[in-house]
């Protein structure tokens, strides 16, 4: 067998395996008090996942010059965030989904109890471990992560597009409320770890923070259309989740709003965008690029 990945797979396992060594590292042992919610918070977090947002960081980081050492705890933080957001997100009273990951959902293999609590702590736990990252940090700098990434987390953020989403089910939303919803629910936490990545480095310039930012917000939204895309036309042994699950809860979506061929336009817009936002980077943007086209070319 010749395996001759791509240069995005090789950054993105490169990027798994840094990642998944940090999160073990963070997430409490199972065998600590109370166990099973630590067991449960490890089941939700480690073993799967395209660990797209922490490559995203490392990628961003790269891009601005940032202190190398500095990445793993925004890119642990984000994550931790992502996964409390699948986690309740699957819930019975969201959108009641059984797999995640190509495995049950928490709920299935916990309970529904163990399952919001387990979400909760996940969401502290990526706070403390900005705070706690005394070493590579200044104080400052740690206090300004952690102020964007409870932004990009909460009411104004995804939490805000998780509101909107359960709002819209059974309802025909226009493009622009649905623009709305998506760059809520999933692009503001790929926003978030694009510039933590770029703030990693003490004196990013303003004119970074600002490319960077624009490229996130074209990528957030195409990641959320594609994954649209991928319910209707993925199979769930491939996309890990069931698929058809959007049509079956009446959910507003790209494909259903533009057809499945005026979504991936739309994502491919957003994309050519988010790689003329680039342009003033040399090579040490190659990762960000490479992410940027992965987005719309993902199977799962
Ligand atoms: C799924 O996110 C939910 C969205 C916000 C689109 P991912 O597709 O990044 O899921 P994992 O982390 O790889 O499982
Ligand atoms: C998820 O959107 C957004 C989150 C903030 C978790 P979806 O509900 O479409 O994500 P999947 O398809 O269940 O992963
Ligand atoms: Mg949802
Ligand atoms: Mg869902
Ligand atoms: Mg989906």
């Known amino acids: 067998v010749t395996t001759d990945p791509t240069p995005v797979a090789a950054f993105l396992s490169a990027c798994r395996q840094r990642v998944d060594r940090a999160l073990d590292h963070c997430l409490p042992a199972d065998s600590l008090h109370p166990a099973m919610l630590h067991a449960a918070m490890r089941y939700a977090i480690l073993g799967g996942g395209k660990r797209i947002r922490p490559a995203l960081v490392y990628a961003a980081g790269q891009a601005a010059g940032a202190v190398d050492a500095a990445l793993d705890a925004p890119a642990c933080a984000v994550e931790l965030i992502h996964g409390y957001s699948l986690v309740h997100d699957d819930l019975?009273?969201?959108?009641?989904?059984?797999?995640?990951?190509?495995?049950?959902?928490?709920?299935?293999?916990?309970?529904?109890?163990?399952?919001?609590?387990?979400?909760?702590?996940?969401?502290?736990?990526?706070?403390?471990?900005?705070?706690?990252?005394r070493g590579v940090l200044p104080p400052q700098r740690r206090l300004a992560m952690i102020e964007l990434l409870a932004q990009a987390s909460g009411s104004r953020g995804m939490v805000g597009g998780?509101?909107?989403?359960?709002?819209?089910?059974?309802?025909?939303?226009?493009?622009?409320?649905?623009?709305?919803?998506?760059?809520?629910?999933?692009?503001?936490?790929?926003?978030?770890?694009?510039?933590?990545?770029?703030?990693?480095?003490?004196?990013?310039?303003?004119?970074?923070?600002?490319?960077?930012?624009?490229?996130?917000?074209?990528?957030?939204?195409?990641?959320?259309i594609h994954d649209d895309i991928l319910d209707v036309e993925g199979d769930t042994a491939q996309i890990?989740?069931?698929?058809?699950?959007?049509?079956?809860?009446?959910?507003?979506?790209?494909?259903?709003?533009?057809?499945?061929?005026?979504?991936?336009?739309?994502?491919?817009?957003?994309?050519?965008?988010?790689?003329l936002t680039l342009a003033m980077f040399g090579a040490c943007a190659d990762a960000l690029r490479q992410l940027c086209d992965y987005t719309i070319l993902r199977r799962r």
């Open 162 to 224: 998780q509101t909107i989403d359960l709002g819209a089910v059974g309802k025909q939303l226009d493009i622009a409320e649905l623009e709305d919803m998506h760059i809520h629910k999933t692009g503001a936490l790929i926003r978030a770890g694009v510039l933590l990545g770029a703030m990693c480095k003490p004196d990013t310039d303003a004119a970074i923070i600002t490319a960077l930012g624009h490229y996130a917000a074209c990528i957030g939204l195409a990641y959320q």
């Open 92 to 133: 019975p009273c969201m959108d009641d989904d059984d797999l995640r990951r190509g495995r049950p959902t928490l709920h299935k293999q916990y309970d529904e109890a163990t399952a919001t609590l387990a979400g909760d702590a996940l969401q502290a736990l990526a706070f403390q471990v900005l705070a706690d990252a």
């Open 240 to 275: 890990g989740k069931i698929s058809g699950a959007d049509a079956q809860r009446m959910k507003p979506t790209y494909p259903e709003l533009l057809g499945l061929n005026g979504a991936r336009e739309r994502a491919r817009e957003l994309v050519n965008e988010a790689h």
